[in-house]
């Protein structure tokens, strides 16, 4: 990613002086220079043979600098690195490769790391020094629908008790496969008139929650043509009766919407699964920073509280 420190911007020549560029110019080099593409992507696993190698050639290929991981299916939790690439990762602790999320990123991106917590194998956060405010960045994998509903409640507890504990004027970025459908249509400041299909309970259970939290459904805001809309094709989807999904979701706390430029979905990103990655563009300033030690979240807390905000 380009632009993590303002080095490149500082060497450049000062507008007026011999070499420079007009003012526009100068501009639209600094905007490329602060772009950052954010991305999650269900992939289904990454325990087997050459599906690490393939998702960080996708990574490099579509340019992303962040992908966030649902069903990872690496058990325990941990950091590693990858080819140029740091993963983060938070799954099972009885080590079974189920479900899982994680999160890989440039090492860039990495050296912006101020603090790394893994939750559960379906929530992990993520902190990282930006300009002038922080990013924190949460990825989940939801319950699939033949889980009861009080499965996905008590993810969403958790979510809301991280929420809570969040600085309201940082970014906050939730994202990940809800396994939920808001539908097409505008129905609230949080849900845009762009989204796919038919809603279901748990797309309420979602709209809720960013609803809660003062955040925006971002691929339900940007006109695009419905191939890169739908983030799942359904194993029934054939030519003469297509069936393709929305329930992949990238939130953003409003204060910050603007700071997504535009977000899509890359149909026949190669990785072997039934979901395409989603993709989105942001102006997002980062500096490079000492890794700080930081107080710990109370995992216990969020783990095992008996309180639960009922969402659906």
Known sequence: MAGLTTKQIRNSSSIGSPGGNVLSNVKTAILKQ???RIATWNV???NAAGKTDNAIKEMKRMN???LGISEMRWPDTGEVDLEGHRAFYSGRADGKHEEGVGMIMTKE????VRTFTPISERILLIQLEGRPVNINIIQVYAP?????????EEMYATINDIMSKLKKNEINIVMGDFNSKV????????????????????????ELFAS?????????????????????????????????NQIDFLLINKRFRNSCVTIRTYPGADIVSDHNPLVGDFRIRM?????KTMPPFDLAKLKYQETKAKVV
């Open 144 to 152: 699939t629908l033949d889980k009861p509903d009080e499965t996905v």
């Open 183 to 206: 539908g097409e249509g505008k129905t609230s400041d949080a849900v845009g008139p762009f989204g796919l299909g038919e809603r279901n309970k748990r797309g309420d259970a979602l």
């Open 109 to 112: 991106v990495a050296a912006c």
């Open 44 to 46: 289904k696993t990454l």
């Open 287 to 291: 500096k490079k920073a000492k890794k």
């Open 64 to 66: 992303i600098d962040i």
């Open 34 to 36: 602060v772009n950052m």
């Open 212 to 244: 809660t939290h003062d955040m925006v459904i971002t691929n339900t805001w940007f006109k695009q043509p419905k191939r890169r809309l739908y983030t799942c094709k359904s194993p029934q989807d054939k030519p003469d009766k297509v069936m393709r």
